[in-house]
């Protein structure tokens, strides 16, 4: 399984980002849970959304009624679409696959960075 992030990039407080993760073609994408971590200088990797193979889906506290996690399987892809964005919300985003949607998954794609400014 191999996973690419991309979108990351600069925008100003209140600003819109939509990353994107897309999975190697032999990746049984469908029976994954596909989920958005982040991980901001200092501080742990933390959970963002993630959504299950059904379409359920979690999010932190931090990011409810601002980001929308969603997937398209037959792109392999999930994105994050971020609104009303915060510097509190830079960081360095990864997209994680994994079986259970009630746990972070076995793999992880490279980090996109997101930076907002003030």
């Known amino acids: 399984v191999q996973l690419q992030a991309s979108g990351g990039g600069l925008v100003q407080a209140g600003g819109s980002l939509k990353l994107s993760c897309t999975a190697s073609r032999s990746t049984p994408f469908s029976a994954f849970a596909m989920g958005w971590y982040r991980q901001a200088p200092g501080k742990a990797r933390e959970l963002v959304a993630v959504m299950s193979r059904l379409g359920n889906t979690n999010y932190s506290d931090s990011v409810k009624g601002r980001f929308t996690v969603s997937r398209d399987n037959a792109k392999k892809a999930v994105y994050l679409q971020m609104r009303s964005l915060k510097p509190e919300d830079t960081a360095v985003y990864y997209c994680?696959?994994?079986?259970?949607?009630?746990?972070?998954?076995?793999?992880w794609g490279q980090g996109t960075e997101v930076t907002v400014s003030s």
């Open positions: 994680n696959a994994g079986t259970s949607y009630r746990s972070t998954g076995e793999y």
